[in-house]
């Protein structure tokens, strides 16, 4: 069985790449929620975040930063997702499953990301 064409670290890139063809205007027909993209510090924010830390993280009351920052992320990822038409690695939708967990995002709306059309 052949892996899947988007790595982790490619996707790392193109939140990047999306960031400097903004800056260039290229990306004029995107919306909003298509253009987001993450900088460095906030990737390094997010690298030590998965589900272990359900439960110990506290959005509702002084993690309003951190839970900024995980609904910044889940809309990059559905939206690198959508772009590469699902062909990403496994390990990039169950990061997006810890990111959704810790922001008690249970909606059933986010299966058409792994089933579209």
């Known amino acids: 069985m052949k892996s899947c064409a988007v790595s982790l ?9 999306e960031a400097k063809k ?8 995107e919306s909003e929620e298509e253009s987001v993209s993450l900088t460095v510090e906030e990737r390094e924010a997010l690298g030590g975040m998965d589900s272990r830390l359900f439960g110990f993280v506290r959005l509702h009351e ?9 609904g910044k992320a889940v809309r990059c990822y559905e939206s690198l997702i959508l772009k590469a038409e699902g062909k990403v690695e496994s390990d990039f939708f169950c990061q997006l499953g810890h990111f959704n967990l810790l922001l008690e995002d249970y909606s059933k709306d986010r299966v058409s990301l792994c089933h579209p059309g």
């Open 62 to 70: 002084d993690g309003a930063r951190t839970k900024t920052l995980l």
């Open 22 to 29: 903004m800056a260039e205007g290229k990306a004029s027909r």
């Open 9 to 17: 670290t490619t996707a790392a890139v193109a939140f990047g790449d």
